[in-house]
Each structure stands twice: as C-alpha cells, then as structure tokens.
C-alpha cells in the first residue's frame, strides 16, 4: 500500500496505509457507504441505461456520422485506491491526424472548450454532459460511482505528486461536489482535490441525492463545457 495524508491531523504527519487514515479518522464509514452505496450504484445505473438506451443509440450514431470511426474514447484516469481505470466518454474531438492544427501537449488543453480538435458538435455534448453517459458502464462494472469524487486524468495525477491522496480511498464518481460548484468555475479538478474530503468523510444517501439533483441543475442550466 502507499502512504495517504491524514486531515483529521496536523499538516505534515500521516499514516502508512488507506486503512490507516480510516481508523484514524473521527468519521466513520457510514452504513450506507459499507453497505448500500454500491447496490444504489447498481440499481439507479441498470435503470438509467434502460430509460436512455434509445438516447445512447441515437448519440452514438451522431458521434459516428460527424466525427468518424471510434465512438467511445478511452482515458485512464485515477480511481479507487489510486489504481488506474479505463474511463468511457462520447467522443467529441476529431482525431488528431484529421486535424490541421498542432494542439500541443494533450494534457496542458484537458477540457478546454477552446481544444483545436474539438468540434460544435462535441461542445454541445459536453456543455449538456451527454459525453459522459458512457460512464454507467464504469458505475456497472464497479471503477465508478454514480456519486463520487471526479476521476483526474492518470498523468496529471502523477505530474502533481497526488496518486496516494486520500480521496482516492472511495470510488470516484460520474458526478461530484466538483461537478457542481466548480465545473463552470474554470478551476481545474487537480486544485480541488482536499475540497472532496468533506465528502468523503460522511457519505450518505442524502448528500448523494442533493449532488444529483443539483448535477441536474448544473447540466440543465448548460453552465461549463
């Protein structure tokens, strides 16, 4: 295991493991996130999957007429316990040989509505989050949570010294608190990792339905990209 920072304690000590900083810590796990959390996951995603099946469908056949081969695009992102994880977007982007323009270092644009391969197509996918739907199959096969800190890119993870930060001790989520206070802030994810531990110290259905409702809000008001 890999040393995580424990908050609950002074700037500069920690412990040796994600058990550890869970022992140490005065919230414990609630019942809901030892027990229920993942059959909620489960539950609420099948159902969604069902509902927007047609909208899947018609989604990906857009993506395939305007942008090309490869529907999916595959990013490995952080997850739980710092591991990496193949997450599921819509592509939005042309592909970098249909592209006349050099848009540098991948990482330096991430998400940027300003991408040079990134089409109107693809802007409305993101501004209304539909490129994202993919994800309730990350939710299904258990990398992911419907709620949950935002998964980071695995470079930029590494580029900040973050992998063993202790937010990474839960799923992350197809929608978070940085979804929905910061997305259309312009702050980058990475600044906003310790703003996940109030999360993850007392997860709860409550907390995790007020997330989605708001999520609703955020994606409906068409705020971000």
Sequence with gaps: MFDVYDFSRPVGT?????????????????LYSRFCKRAVDL???VI?????LPALIIIAGMVRVKLGS???????????????????????????????????????????????RLTEFGRVLRRLSLDELPQLFNVI????????????????????????????????GLTGEWQVTHRASGIHLI????????????????RDLRIIVRTFAVVFGAKGI
């Design 48 to 52: 969604a999957l069902i509902v927007l």
């Design 43 to 45: 539950v609420l995603s």
């Design 141 to 172: 096969r258990g990398q992911m949570s419907l709620v949950g800190p935002r998964p980071e890119l695995s470079e930029k993870v590494d580029d900040y010294g973050l992998r063993s930060h202790p937010r990474h001790v839960v799923r992350p």
């Design 70 to 116: 490869g529907v999916l695009y595959r990013q490995a992102r952080v997850g739980r316990n710092g591991q990496n994880f193949v997450m599921l977007k819509f592509r939005t982007m042309r592909h970098r040989s249909e592209s006349h323009v050099d848009d540098g270092d991948e990482r330096a644009t991430h998400k940027t509505k300003d991408h040079p």
């Design 191 to 206: 600044h906003c990792f310790d703003d996940d531990m109030h999360y993850v110290r007392r997860i709860n259905l409550w």
């Design 14 to 30: 920690s412990v040796s493991t994600l058990e550890g900083w869970l022992a140490v810590d005065t919230n414990r796990p609630t």
